[in-house]
């Protein structure tokens, strides 16, 4: 059974950083491209951040240049590093592993930029 375990959320003021962080088990982790998406009330869910089995990156155009994602295979782990982060940036973020046809999520974890 596939589980996503996201943590690393919460409340922060604007300028900040946090660190999310994403376990999987029951998957075999290297062979998945893992990705980093959110939704804002009243909005679609978007790409924030994508991670390639091989360590390729692409990110969403408005955090690009403040967030980074990497990936621990050792430890079936992927991150978010948010740095100047912007009210904004206030969504539910959700993790994401895909491979040919399986694709799975996590529960989500909320983060709050506010002053």
């Known amino acids: 059974q596939v589980q996503l375990v996201e943590g690393g959320g919460g409340l922060v003021q604007p300028g900040g950083s946090l660190r999310l962080s994403c376990a999987a088990s029951g998957m075999i982790f290297a062979y998945y491209d893992m990705g980093w998406y959110r939704q804002a009330p009243g909005k679609q869910r978007e790409l924030v951040a994508l991670?390639?089995?091989?360590?390729?990156?692409k990110y969403g155009d408005s955090v690009k240049g403040r967030f980074t994602i990497s990936r621990d295979n050792a430890k079936a782990t992927v991150y978010l590093q948010m740095n100047s982060l912007k009210p904004e940036d206030t969504a539910v973020y959700y993790c994401n592993a895909k491979w040919w046809v399986r694709d799975y999520w996590g529960q989500g974890t909320q983060v709050t930029v506010s002053s």
């Open positions: 991670i390639t089995s091989g360590g390729s990156t």
